[in-house]
């Protein structure tokens, strides 16, 4: 299996290119400056370069791969806009599957994540947060899984991971937070073995039973 992965010089997207690897993926890690992917080069990895303002340059790299994974996310200096222009690239690039990073509270999430989730995202991120929900739509229209995740931090994955669907999301105050390695399994393994087709989920570190 090949995947691709976008935005694999970020945070997130770095993790998603070496899990990939680490289960024996063929991968195509993709940035608009492929010299800041960290990963080190070696055997299964294909750096590419291409910019989602440039659909036609998505659709090169992603050429040949059996799914696109997004850690997208948005850089200081880019406009709004940037998520709805990649997710758009991403699904019209030809790809049969994509798996998209989306933030938690937002869209489909909304009510799961309760008034003051929403409030937050409401005043933090005013800017980007139309921007998010219409990405999200795109890759669910699509056919798409789009992961949906609480406050993102270090550390390892959960060894009892689990990914949860909209109705089995814990009532909070607040979103747990779950670890950016757990993001990063949980979506390989949705590529790996997809069973949430058209679905937005949750990943949780196994600490965050409720």
Known sequence: MRVAVLGASGA???????EALDRGLEVTAIARDPARI????????TKARADVND???IARAVDG??????????????KVGTLTAGARAAVASGVPRVIWLGAYGSGQSARAAG???????GVFMRAELADKV????????AGGTVFHAGPLGDGPSGPKRRTLTLAEAPKRLFPAGVSRATVAAAMVDEAVTPRFPGQTVIPVNDASKN
């Open 134 to 141: 219409a990405a999200d739509g795109s890759v669910l229209a």
């Open 65 to 78: 791969s059996d799914v696109l994974l997004s850690g997208l996310g948005i850089a200081k200096g880019d």
């Open 12 to 18: 997130t997207g770095r993790l998603l290119v070496q």
């Open 55 to 57: 659909p036609d340059s």
């Open 115 to 121: 008034v003051l989730t929403r409030t937050l995202l």
């Open 38 to 45: 960290p990963v080190p080069d070696g055997p299964g990895l």
